[in-house]
């Protein structure tokens, strides 16, 4: 089980995805090259091994960092999991270094650098359902 987020490219004047037109199509973050030469500078330790399907494991969590094989790349999914919310650091450095903002699928919202809200929603969640989180190394 994990919480989702999605970086994608808005304009800076959009603060709540209720804004866009139904038909809205965010720009591309870039080509594939370019979005993982991106990735690879933003979180170092993210083993890219597989481009498609990134990894970057922290102290008590673990992200997965759905990239595709799609170019140009329209979007990053992240899936998070453990615990810790040091989690959120290298998920808003991957946005602000590809000009993106969060969308916390879980609640369906743009949230912002230490914004924790939904994060501890999914964990209280995650915890009910399937108890305490483990370390994921």
Known sequence: MS?????????DNVTSVHELPGDHTPPPLG???????????????????????????GPTWSMELNIGDEDPVDSIMLHLRGSGDDVLTPVFRLAETLGCKVFDCAE????SAGQTSGRHAYQQFRDRVSGPAKPQH
């Open 108 to 111: 369906s919202g743009l949230i």
């Open 31 to 57: 080509s594939l090259h370019d979005v993982l030469a991106t990735v690879a500078r933003a979180v170092p330790d993210a083993d890219l091994t597989d481009p498609t399907w990134g990894e970057l494991l």
């Open 3 to 11: 919480w989702d987020v999605l970086l994608l490219r808005l304009a």
